[in-house]
């Protein structure tokens, strides 16, 4: 009789230690599924925050190169109100040499030409180039958190304020935080 307990309780074992490796298979599957379905959704949460701050830099730096553009073109130009609003629009309007421009910026700076694409049909360029024009006052954008003015009387240029164009720093005005450390519940 010992014998046939023996036998039974080394089944019982047996079957006991085999439900328990199919139950461990079964968790590490799911552990191993809900992990990765963790990491795909923190890492989509980064890469969504870092194209956001790609594409707020890319308006950006669009407006501050039209910016030095149009004080250029005001500075050694006739010096008209005329001229000047001829300037913006032909500024403006050459979307493709400012998509060149920004181009040359940001693959200098490392960003694949796949990546500047996909920015540029996301966000484009910049909306906003003259904010204001407000008896003879012109203000323009020149970047995020940044804008300068043109002041006119009687059509002639009478004053220029671009010093936030020189003195602007991108750095301090595009933050990007680094990934939240990886959790797994």
């Given at each position: 009789?010992?014998?046939?307990?023996?036998?039974?309780?080394?089944?019982?074992?047996?079957?006991?230690?085999?439900?328990?490796?199919?139950?461990?298979?079964?968790?590490?599957?799911?552990?191993?599924?809900?992990?990765?379905?963790?990491?795909?959704?923190?890492?989509?949460?980064?890469?969504?925050?870092?194209?956001?701050?790609?594409?707020?830099?890319?308006?950006?730096?669009?407006?501050?190169?039209?910016?030095?553009?149009?004080?250029?073109?005001?500075?050694?130009?006739d010096k008209t109100e005329k001229s000047f609003n001829a300037a913006v629009k032909a500024i403006e309007g050459d979307q493709a040499a400012r998509f060149k421009q920004l181009s040359y910026v940001f693959t200098a700076a490392g960003i694949p030409p796949k990546v500047q694409n996909d920015i540029n049909e996301k966000g484009?360029?910049?909306?906003?180039?003259?904010?204001?024009?407000?008896?003879?006052?012109?203000?323009?954008?020149?970047?995020?958190?940044?804008?300068?003015?043109?002041?006119?009387?009687?059509?002639?240029?009478?004053?220029?304020?671009?010093?936030?164009?020189?003195?602007?720093?991108?750095?301090?005005?595009?933050?990007?935080?680094?990934?939240?450390?990886?959790?797994?519940?």
């Amino acid at each position: 009789m010992d014998n046939k307990k023996f036998k039974i309780l080394a089944i019982v074992d047996a079957v006991i230690i085999v439900a328990l490796i199919v139950l461990m298979m079964v968790l590490k599957g799911n552990y191993n599924d809900q992990a990765q379905a963790s990491v795909k959704e923190q890492v989509g949460a980064f890469q969504e925050s870092a194209n956001s701050v790609l594409q707020e830099l890319w308006k950006s730096v669009d407006q501050n190169g039209m910016a030095w553009k149009l004080v250029y073109a005001t500075i050694t130009g006739d010096k008209t109100e005329k001229s000047f609003n001829a300037a913006v629009k032909a500024i403006e309007g050459d979307q493709a040499a400012r998509f060149k421009q920004l181009s040359y910026v940001f693959t200098a700076a490392g960003i694949p030409p796949k990546v500047q694409n996909d920015i540029n049909e996301k966000g484009g360029l910049a909306d906003k180039f003259l904010l204001k024009d407000e008896g003879g006052v012109k203000e323009v954008a020149c970047g995020k958190n940044c804008s300068i003015s043109f002041t006119f009387a009687k059509g002639k240029l009478k004053a220029t304020d671009y010093k936030a164009l020189v003195e602007l720093n991108m750095a301090s005005n595009f933050k990007l935080e680094a990934p939240a450390e990886f959790h797994f519940e």
